[in-house]
């Protein structure tokens, strides 16, 4: 699925995406086994304001990978995220994004004005637990209110396998949509859990910690870093120079990483702390850690201070260690999660810990300047001060 293009009518006060996980588990697991039927009772009980009109679902279909919100939390027993305009961004959006069903027509035939999308997840003990049921929406004291669940047919073989199945729900209201919700939701074990309303907002990259760049001009070495060793090739830049952004990439009118520095200026045998965070609502993936270069400013330009004589050693794969583990190659970042790296400088410290470790060197030595430390995936770099 394509993301659809964000409407000009998103609800007044209300966040692009509000989550409700079912982090507790209680009740006598019973009840809330949904039909699936789609209607609303729409009455507003209570003297509400406002009250359901209609209820329309799309079922997305099931996996048997992980998502993001059972990582978080294995004692839950399912997840609603709520959408409150056409921008279908979120932990788990790549559910919708990869569905076979017709997610963008159903995206765009919501009047966000008038109705909200509820993006509803639970999880089965087996592959016959592949489709969500909802039932009951209501709005009741101001809040929607509504059940959803999960069973498998009787009299089917069925694989012996965790499954996560997904819901699509857009629920239309006579006006304005309330801005409270709970659910209660029913896994395949039947255990039940009412789960309320968090917003796992992206990150605001100018309240992180850290420094992306010091103040004043920057020291410039004359000429260029020079090695007398035979055979040192210094290590390219993998990266052309107007793609690198400083701070946090956001050329595409979508930061995702942000990097910075825990000081603007060290002395030649201190510790540099280096971090990238993920700072969106969702899961990003990147190459692997070690792809970066740690460079000195010089008459020629950014150079790397580390080299080898064995040229094959420049090369990387994006295999790496998940820190939401997932399957498949390259690094799966959560939100607010990422990468840290300690660099001592000094010249067996820069290259400590390093994947080709073994075949780096740096010549010649470290010397004071402006170094910068770049990252190729996404292209987002750090610069700082180094002194005697």
């Not at 820069?350 to 075949?359: G, P, Q």
Request: proline share 5%.
């Amino acid at each position: 699925m394509r993301t659809p293009t964000r409407r000009d009518a998103l609800l007044a006060g209300a966040g692009g995406l509000s989550a409700i996980l079912a982090g507790c588990v209680g009740g006598d697991g019973n009840s809330g086994n949904g039909n699936g039927n789609g209607n609303g009772n729409g009455n507003g009980n209570g003297g509400d304001p406002v009250s359901v009109r209609d209820v329309a679902t799309l079922d997305i279909g099931s996996s048997l990978a992980v998502p993001y919100w059972r990582r978080q939390d294995e004692e839950a027993v399912g997840v609603v995220y709520r959408y409150d305009s056409s921008d279908i961004q979120g932990p788990d959006a790549q559910a919708l994004h990869d569905s076979d069903a017709d997610v963008q027509s159903f995206v765009e035939a919501t009047d966000f004005e008038t109705a909200t999308l509820l993006q509803i997840g639970a999880v089965g003990p087996d592959t016959c637990h592949n489709t969500v049921d909802v039932t009951g929406f209501a709005v009741e004291d101001g809040t929607l209110v509504g059940r959803a669940s999960t069973s498998a047919p009787e009299g089917q073989g069925c694989g012996s396998a965790e499954t996560h199945p997904w819901v699509l729900v857009r629920v239309d209201f006579d006006g304005t949509p309330p801005e409270n919700a709970e659910l209660t939701i029913t896994d395949g074990w039947d255990d039940e859990a009412t789960v309320s309303p968090t917003t796992p907002a992206g990150l605001d990259p100018s309240e992180l910690d850290g420094h992306v760049q010091p103040d004043g001009d920057a020291r410039v070495l004359a000429g260029s870093l020079t090695c007398d060793r035979e055979r040192f090739e210094r290590h390219p830049q993998h990266v052309e120079e107007d793609a690198v952004e400083l701070g946090e990439n956001g050329r595409d009118d979508r930061t995702t990483f942000a990097l910075r520095a825990d000081h603007t200026k060290y002395a030649l045998g201190d510790t540099v702390t280096i971090t990238m965070t993920n700072v969106t609502a969702e899961e990003v993936i990147t190459g692997n850690r070690h792809k970066y270069n740690l460079q000195l400013l010089t008459e020629e330009g950014w150079q790397d201070v580390r080299g080898s004589t064995e040229h094959d050693h420049f090369e990387y794969t994006d295999e790496g260690v998940s820190h939401a583990p997932g399957d498949g190659f390259g690094v799966s970042h959560a939100p607010g999660d990422g990468f840290e790296w300690t660099i001592e400088l000094t010249d067996e410290g820069v290259i400590e810990r390093h994947f080709h470790e073994d075949h780096f060197s740096v010549c010649p030595s470290l010397q004071p300047g402006r170094y910068r430390f770049l990252y190729w995936e996404p292209a987002v770099a750090v610069e700082f001060d180094v002194e005697e």
